[in-house]
Structures are given as structure tokens and as C-alpha cells.
């Protein structure tokens, strides 16, 4: 698709439903905090599992434009690295390790792709999850099988944890070929924690699953599902684990599978959480990178704060 060169400078944002998102309208008032100058965002809406020279059109353009400063990905991570991973200059050893990146940077001259997704989603996780909460004991259930089921799989085994970490994490897909691929890229993996890949094309298979979990496990929503296409990979009829911790990696949408949980709040004691923690430190991560800053926990903290009185 054609893209026109920029006459400032401008941060890109790829993904599908770019004009949805609450960032199209927080970013400005960022970059306002930040002191980045006259700066300005663009979506680059592509479609889900887009041909491969999409991908490489909108890095090539990247890459070419001097006024384009670079992009956050979601949605196409993996999509987009497998497709244009030639076109970069420089990979993070994450994006190596995962194929898959969610920030696209300039650095003397050079494209530079990074996974932040790993850091992004520890950060969240370290928010509600409380600390012993593993030991060694526990399982985690991620339906999806993308980059942020990869990246929430890297940190819940990180070594540095010891013995905090589940004994199981289980990945369910509704492909086969994601699924298998997720496989060979966690074996890589030294960790005492057991992983199971187990495809599932229909939520009913999902809600088996669920069902065979003990009290107290961890539930992601990693599929996508109830932000840019509705639904849950769920069924109405699924019944989570007491005491269990459900995250939903989506703010906007229809939400369904959070609402299935909020359903169950009180009789089974769950925690529910959001997507919007993750999309804070996930946008605030690449905005450091592309930009060449860091963003302290006292400024965290403000953007956070002014993000959530645009939310309200």
C-alpha cells in the first residue's frame, strides 16, 4: 500500500483497529510530559495475518522516510518479524530468540527491532500477582499462542525467580502450525516448570482445559478475542478454578471473557484484571526506545495517572 513521506517527525502505531485505541489520543498529551518536541502518532491499519509484502511495505517505508522515528507492533509481532526480519539492521536478543518484535526504532542510521513484550508483561503481571504466589506450585492456562503467550511464558520461568515460578503452563491455540511453533521456541527454555501444548479449535476444548485446573491458577486471555474481533475463547458454561487469578490482555472491546469471570467474581473468589496496566507499560517501553529516553517510576507513574483521567 502507499505510504507518503512525513514532514515531522511521527511514531507509528501497526496494527489493525489502530483508530480504536485509546493512544491516538493519549499520545499527544504524553509527548506533551515528555518534553518530545513536535512530535505526531499515525495508525497503520493492516489486517490480521496480512500478506507478507504488507509487512515489508510499511518497515521498508519506515526504514526510507527520515521523519518516520519508528513504531509500536501489536496484533502482527510474530506476522511481521517472519515477513521483514531481513530489512533490520539490528535485532534485541529477544526478537531473536521469540520471532517475534513489538518496537521498531532508528539508531545511528540502523533499523533496530526489539521484543518488549517480555519486560511489558512482567511489569504487569508484578502488579497483581503477589510475590511467593508460585513456589513451585501452581499452573498457568494461556489460550493463544502468539508473542505475548511467549513473552508471559519467558518471564513466569525466569531463573532469577528460584522457586517462584508454576509447575505447569499450559498453551492452547486454535492452530495447529502457532501452537507447534510456540513449542519449539519455549523449549528453548531452562526451567523446572512443565509446559503442555494442547490445540483446541473450539472454546468448548478451552473450557475443558479449565476445568482441569486447581484452585488458585492463573488464566490468560491471549488470543485477541474481544478487542479486534468478538467473542471469548470460552463458552458461557466454563466454570474457573477457585481463588484463581484471570487476566485479560485486552482494555477495549467487547471484553467477553473478562465478563465471564466478573460473572464468578464473588462465588469463586477470583481476581479479574484488565489489559490496561500491560497497554501502559507496553506503549511506555517502546516510547523509550524509539525515542532514546527512560521513563523513571515517578514519570511512570504521572503518565499513568494522566492516562487514567483520559480513561475516566
Known sequence: MPYENN????????????????IMRLFPLWAEALQLGDVQIKGMDLPIHAAPEAYRDAVSFIKQDPMSL?????THKIDLYLAAKDLFDELDDYASMFNE????SKRGGKL?????????SGLSMEAFIPEGHWNGSGEAFIMGAGGSALAISSYLTQAD???????????????????????RL??????????????????EDNDRILHELPEQS???????LGKDRPGSPLTDNARFPRGSLVWELNYRGDLKFMHQARAQKEQSGLHDEDGWVYFLHGWTQVIQEVFD????????????????????
Open 218 to 224: 492463573l488464566i490468560i486471555n491471549a488470543t485477541g
Open 7 to 22: 514532514d515531522k517527525p511521527t511514531f507509528y502505531f501497526i496494527g489493525v483497529s489502530t483508530g480504536q485505541s485509546s
Open 70 to 74: 519508528g513504531a509500536l507492533v501489536t
Open 101 to 104: 518484535l513489538s518496537s521498531i
Open 112 to 120: 533496530v527491532g526489539c521484543a518488549k513484550d517480555p519486560i511489558s
Open 186 to 203: 519455549l523449549s528453548s527454555i531452562d526451567t523446572a516448570t512443565r509446559f503442555e501444548y494442547r490445540l483446541c479449535p473450539e472454546p
Open 293 to 312: 529516553i527512560r521513563i523513571s517510576g515517578d514519570q511512570f507513574d504521572r503518565l499513568a495517572r494522566i492516562a487514567s483521567s483520559l480513561r475516566s
Open 161 to 183: 525467580h528460584g522457586t517462584d515460578i508454576p509447575s505447569k503452563i499450559i498453551i492452547s491455540n486454535r492452530s495447529r502450525p502457532r501452537l507447534e511453533s510456540a513449542e
